[in-house]
């Protein structure tokens, strides 16, 4: 059996998804055995700000909250790894892109160390991660990457996308990766 490919989902993404695909977390798909994970820092992000909890009252429901219990394994190594590397990271994204947060920076320094993609939609982000080699897809990718495994459906993902229409929530260039990747046009 081959080992889990972990894909770690930053916070942004998981608010986007975690309601429509319950449980998101902890489930394996595909042959490549794909795991989604978030790092234990989403819930303090989620605790500091009073418009996320606004927003995304759900999040503390013990079924969601069971759900993101579970965080990767890192080895003593990798954590020394992660606070070697974090300041670089921290550094670059301070000078280039003042607005991102340490805990966005904190997930692309896992993904960096660990050698696994991270799922965002932050266009800081994904500027910094090409920066440093880091693994990225969107939600919109990783929602392609799960139909392709047969984790979902095409339903399921015309669904979400017309939920994110209504809230008026869409990732950047929504309506040209949405056709690139799913040969159609958004749903409205």
Same mark, same amino acid.
Request: aromatic share 12%; hydrophobic share 35%; with cysteine.
């Given at each position: 059996?081959?080992?889990?490919? =972990?894909?770690?989902?930053?916070?942004?993404?998981?608010? !986007? +998804?975690?309601? %429509?695909? @319950?449980?998101?977390?902890?489930? *394996?798909?595909?042959?490549?055995?794909?795991?989604?994970?978030?790092?234990? =820092?989403?819930?303090?992000?989620?605790?500091?700000?009073? !418009? +996320?909890?606004? %927003?995304? @009252?759900?999040?503390?429901?013990? *079924?969601?909250?069971?759900?993101?219990?579970?965080?990767?394994?890192?080895?003593?190594?990798?954590?020394?790894?992660?606070?070697?590397?974090?300041?670089?990271?921290?550094?670059?994204?301070?000078?280039?892109?003042?607005?991102?947060?340490?805990?966005?920076?904190?997930?692309?320094?896992?993904?960096?160390?660990?050698?696994?993609?991270?799922?965002?939609?932050?266009?800081?982000?994904?500027?910094?991660?090409?920066?440093?080699?880091?693994?990225?897809?969107?939600?919109?990718?990783?929602?392609?990457?799960?139909?392709?495994?047969?984790?979902?459906?095409?339903?399921?993902?015309?669904?979400?996308?017309?939920?994110?229409?209504?809230?008026?929530?869409?990732?950047?260039?929504?309506?040209?990766?949405?056709?690139?990747?799913?040969?159609?046009?958004?749903?409205?």
């Amino acid at each position: 059996m081959p080992p889990q490919s =972990e894909i770690l989902v930053d916070s942004n993404s998981y608010f !986007r +998804l975690a309601q %429509s695909i @319950h449980p998101l977390l902890k489930r *394996e798909f595909g042959k490549a055995r794909y795991c989604l994970y978030v790092t234990k =820092e989403l819930q303090e992000e989620y605790d500091r700000s009073p !418009r +996320l909890k606004n %927003s995304f @009252h759900w999040v503390n429901s013990p *079924e969601y909250k069971e759900n993101r219990s579970g965080h990767l394994n890192i080895s003593r190594k990798q954590s020394r790894d992660i606070e070697y590397t974090y300041p670089f990271i921290l550094g670059f994204a301070r000078s280039a892109f003042p607005g991102v947060s340490r805990i966005d920076v904190r997930g692309l320094t896992y993904a960096k160390v660990l050698g696994i993609a991270i799922v965002t939609d932050d266009g800081d982000m994904l500027e910094i991660a090409k920066a440093f080699s880091i693994r990225t897809l969107t939600t919109l990718e990783l929602l392609k990457l799960m139909l392709d495994c047969k984790h979902i459906d095409i339903s399921k993902v015309r669904e979400i996308a017309s939920y994110w229409e209504y809230l008026n929530d869409k990732p950047k260039l929504f309506e040209q990766q949405y056709r690139k990747l799913f040969n159609e046009a958004p749903p409205k």
